[in-house]
T-cell receptor, first 111, second 113 residues
């Protein structure tokens, strides 16, 4: 069983819809949680970085962490075609440690 | 502030050959991590370098090796290439023990025939 599970998708939504992404993890040692966006043949770009359980909002993006359930989510409001990409969840056990990624979810926002 | 750069952008090798990939870390960062991303999968941690020493390693065989130089740039070397080594190789730089993000380069796409 992988430490971090993520539905591979693809997830297709119409422009303007809310995109909902999630990951589950098995190791309670994970303390820091991130969401990266990766366009085709490019390196991952950090979108959101959270530490504690709860919600964190940044513009159209909201990240949720539920450590008791070992479950994290990313919501994208008012989705745009430019949001079409692969979204990777990642987590680390301590500052400076290696990132453990989920497999990524492909998202397609249709105009 | 310059970002993380990697070279080459892509290359093609044959089984059994050796390859060296290069990474220049972001200005001010002293730690470099390397990841392998197979097609359709998430990146997998290979190893991390800090102060020119390996500072953690993932589940990769010894034919994957690395170097970090005094200017914090880094190399990833892979010997005896196998078909399964075909992947996007990503370099990420950060400040050691920092809660700050790891900044990724654009990657080097390696194809092994």
């Amino acid at each position: 069983q992988k430490e971090v599970e993520q539905d591979p998708g693809p997830l297709s939504v119409p422009e303007g819809a809310i995109v909902s992404l999630n990951c589950t993890y098995s190791n309670s040692a994970f303390q820091y949680f991130m969401w990266y966006r990766q366009y085709s043949r490019k390196g991952p770009e950090l979108l959101m970085y959270t530490y504690s359980s709860g919600n964190k909002e940044d513009g159209r993006f909201t990240a949720q962490v539920d450590k008791s359930s070992k479950y994290i989510s990313l919501f994208i409001r008012d989705s745009q075609p430019s949001d079409s990409a692969t979204y990777l969840c990642a987590m680390i056990k301590a500052a400076g440690n290696k990132l453990t990624f989920g497999g990524g979810t492909r998202v397609l926002v249709k105009p | 502030e310059t970002g993380v750069t990697q070279s080459p952008t892509h290359l093609i090798k044959t089984r059994g050959q050796q390859v060296t990939l290069r990474c220049s870390s972001q200005s001010g960062h002293n730690t470099v991590s390397w990841y392998q991303q197979a097609l359709g999968q998430g990146p997998q941690f290979i190893f991390q370098y800090y102060r020119e020493e390996e500072n953690g390693r993932g589940n990769f065989p010894p034919r994957f090796s690395g170097l970090q130089f005094p200017n914090y740039s880094s190399e990833l070397n892979v010997n005896a290439l196998e078909l399964d080594d075909s992947a996007l190789y990503l370099c990420a730089s950060s400040w050691v023990d920092s809660e700050d993000e790891q900044f990724f380069g654009p990657g080097t796409r390696l194809t092994v025939l």
